[in-house]
């Protein structure tokens, strides 16, 4: 048996119009072929599709049988196909995307994660968060697409883009004199207790941070080492010491703790969209990071 689609719509149309005449102008091809095509197909699935006389054509039992399997075929086949369109446009699908703990909080990625979902709702995004050491290896191997993490060193494997240029701000107890200046030092932090992230976490802002202050010849006393930042935040406001964040970490806002302004002008953290250069990316993680980018430039 070799039934094609041409056929189910052949048929279809002499069943829905009950007229070889009519069903052959609908179909835009003369009435010989179209009376052809039918007779192939009853031959094709051995039954009688319609009862003709010279007067009327009236479905049989099989034809109306027929009918409604040939309708759940083609609406099927349409759906493949707009599905494989969806897919193929970035319209449907899967993002699998890593994120450090601050770019939920950085507008661009927000804004992005959802509109994107607004306007793309049968494409379902996947986030892990994990912090930027974490993210190479899955970058990497292809179980995640796209990573947000802070800048640090990446192997040739893996290309990225800035998509924020942010400052580092201190964070201070409020009764905490240093509380009440307009901007604080770097060398003021240093001298303070320091609350910071644990070196084995990964988090890319501790190199970062760290790494600034090593430029200014400071080495901060740290005297709480934590995983995550919302527990550096916690224990800054509970007095227990100063650190430093991201300005994206600002709409966390406590009475305890204040958000002060670091003076020097290079105290800024970057993140970046990164992916596999030797992965194809799916057409939705394209269009997500080609999203991303414009609405970062946009808020620049």
Do not use: C
């Not at 793309?120 to 050491?133: A, F, K, L």
Request: charged fraction near 20%; hydrophobic fraction near 45%; glycine fraction near 6%.
């Amino acid at each position: 048996m070799n039934v094609e689609l041409r056929h189910l719509r052949y048929f279809i149309a002499v069943a829905e119009e009950l007229h070889f005449g009519r069903a052959a102008a609908r179909l835009n091809i003369s009435q010989p072929p179209l009376s052809q095509q039918i007779q192939i197909l009853e031959q094709q699935i051995d039954a009688r599709l319609f009862n003709r006389t010279n007067r009327s054509v009236s479905l049989t039992a099989a034809g109306r049988q027929f009918l409604t399997d040939s309708r759940q075929i083609l609406a099927a086949v349409d759906d493949a196909a707009s599905r494989a369109t969806r897919l193929h446009q970035g319209e449907a699908g899967e993002i699998r995307i890593g994120f450090t703990s601050s770019a939920p909080f950085i507008k661009s990625v927000s804004d992005t994660l959802s509109s994107f979902r607004q306007h793309y709702p049968d494409v379902h995004i996947q986030t892990r968060e994990t912090n930027t050491r974490e993210q190479i290896a899955p970058l990497n191997d292809g179980a995640l697409d796209l990573g947000l993490m802070r800048n640090t060193q990446l192997p040739d494997t893996l290309s990225w883009q800035v998509i924020l240029h942010e400052p580092l701000l201190a964070m201070i107890h409020r009764e905490h004199p240093l509380a009440r200046q307009p901007v604080v030092s770097l060398a003021e932090l240093a001298r303070e207790p320091f609350v910071f992230f644990d070196p084995h976490v990964g988090t890319g802002l501790y190199d970062d941070i760290l790494g600034l202050m090593r430029r200014y010849g400071l080495s901060p006393a740290i005297t709480q080492e934590v995983g995550e930042a919302m527990t550096i935040i916690g224990l800054v406001a509970a007095g227990l010491g100063v650190s430093i964040l991201p300005a994206s970490f600002r709409r966390v806002q406590l009475d305890e703790m204040r958000w002060v302004p670091v003076l020097e002008k290079d105290a800024v953290s970057q993140m970046w969209l990164v992916w596999a250069n030797h992965r194809t990316l799916s057409p939705a993680a394209v269009r997500f990071k080609e999203r991303l980018l414009r609405g970062a430039k946009a808020q620049k």
